[in-house]
């Protein structure tokens, strides 16, 4: 034992090769000139649900032993589980608690390596990462049976000051459909600070959407919209009479709306794909508004979109 050294990846291999012709423990440690404990250990404590896989095994290998490099008080680790169970991602963490002034602060890296340590164990941590995006298909322009949406006034005759997101209350706004078609949440997002809005829809229907933009921006400071081409959005010009302009972004055009698709994003880890929102209600959707306005984004230097927000609105009153 004193001379021991830990296994290479090339060793790792020649045992995944030696199990594969159903060679035994202590002919592989032969082979290998280990002792049978070092082989059936390194199988039993690297192996995946697939078996032992010798790229997976050296992932497990160094992801214990950078763990086990860095020690944390218990209440750390219950922080930082705490958080991921708020949706925040790891960098997200790392981020804002450096921010904040903590020292000592774990990289995102080395909370991803634990994120999948506590998988690898059985652990549920990574169910609160976000999801990889399915893309949709784009194209098929001459397909979209959505409709023409009257007197929309084009994205690109929109002031340079909200191209700029030179000040808050001009927003995005899209809908988020539910499991089948039935049901939505209409999201509005301010372009400066990532302030978000949110409601359940029980239709699609203009004349709802139109009645809920309205709810969401009574007693706000919303000085535009940007809509995608939605006909649930057809009764826009309605939105003028509260003082609000509305723009559109062209068909096909997501990237002229990230904020608000990049959002939309962040809600599906409260409402993945395939939810019915057929009993989503106000407080579930108000829960899921107040944790992503308190939520550090690392576009805002690791403040909130609540905090920017109204910094930003009291900057203006004292003006």
């Known amino acids: 034992m004193a001379n021991y050294t830990h296994l290479s990846q090339e060793e790792r291999y020649s045992i995944s090769a030696e199990l594969k012709r159903q060679t035994s423990i202590r002919e592989i440690a032969r082979i290998l000139n280990r002792h049978p404990s070092s082989i059936s250990r390194e199988i039993q404590r690297n192996k995946g649900k697939r078996g032992y896989r010798p790229h997976q095994a050296g992932q497990f290998s160094a992801a214990r032993k950078y763990v086990h490099q860095v020690h944390y008080a218990d209440f750390a680790f219950a922080f930082i589980e705490h958080l991921l169970q708020c949706k925040w991602s790891p960098e997200q963490i790392s981020?804002?608690?450096?921010?904040?002034?903590?020292?000592?602060?774990p990289s995102h890296e080395w909370l991803y390596r634990y994120i999948y340590q506590d998988k690898a164990k059985g652990g549920r941590l990574h169910l609160n990462l976000r999801s990889q995006k399915?893309?949709?298909?784009?194209?098929?322009?001459?397909?979209?049976?959505?409709?023409v949406i009257k007197d929309r006034v084009s994205i690109h005759t929109r002031p340079d000051e909200i191209n700029q997101r030179t000040n808050v209350g001009d927003f995005e706004g899209d809908l988020i459909v539910g499991a089948h078609h039935q049901g939505a949440v209409l999201t509005l997002v301010d372009r400066k600070s990532l302030f978000t809005l949110m409601r359940a829809l029980t239709s699609k229907h203009a004349k709802t959407?139109?009645?809920?933009?309205?709810?969401?921006?009574r007693g706000r400071s919303v000085k535009s919209i940007t809509f995608d081409n939605?006909?649930?959005?057809?009764?826009?010009?309605?939105?003028?009479s509260h003082g609000v302009d509305v723009y559109f972004?062209?068909?096909?055009?997501?990237n002229q709306r990230a904020r608000n698709e990049n959002?939309?994003?962040l809600i599906r880890q409260y409402l993945p794909k395939g939810t019915s929102f057929d009993k989503l209600d106000d407080q579930e959707?108000?829960?899921?508004?107040?944790?992503?306005?308190?939520?550090?984004r690392k576009s805002l230097q690791w403040l909130t979109p609540a905090q920017v927000?109204?910094?930003?609105?009291?900057v203006a009153l004292q003006c």
């Open 230 to 240: 939605g006909k649930e959005f057809a009764h826009h010009a309605q939105l003028k």
């Open 249 to 254: 972004a062209d068909p096909y055009c997501s």
């Open 309 to 314: 927000y109204s910094g930003f609105l009291s």
């Open 95 to 105: 981020g804002a608690l450096r921010a904040k002034g903590w020292t000592d602060v």
């Open 209 to 217: 959407t139109l009645d809920a933009c309205v709810t969401l921006i």
């Open 263 to 265: 959002t939309n994003g």
């Open 285 to 296: 959707v108000k829960h899921i508004q107040d944790a992503l306005n308190h939520r550090p």
């Open 134 to 147: 399915t893309y949709r298909k784009r194209g098929y322009a001459s397909n979209d049976r959505r409709g």
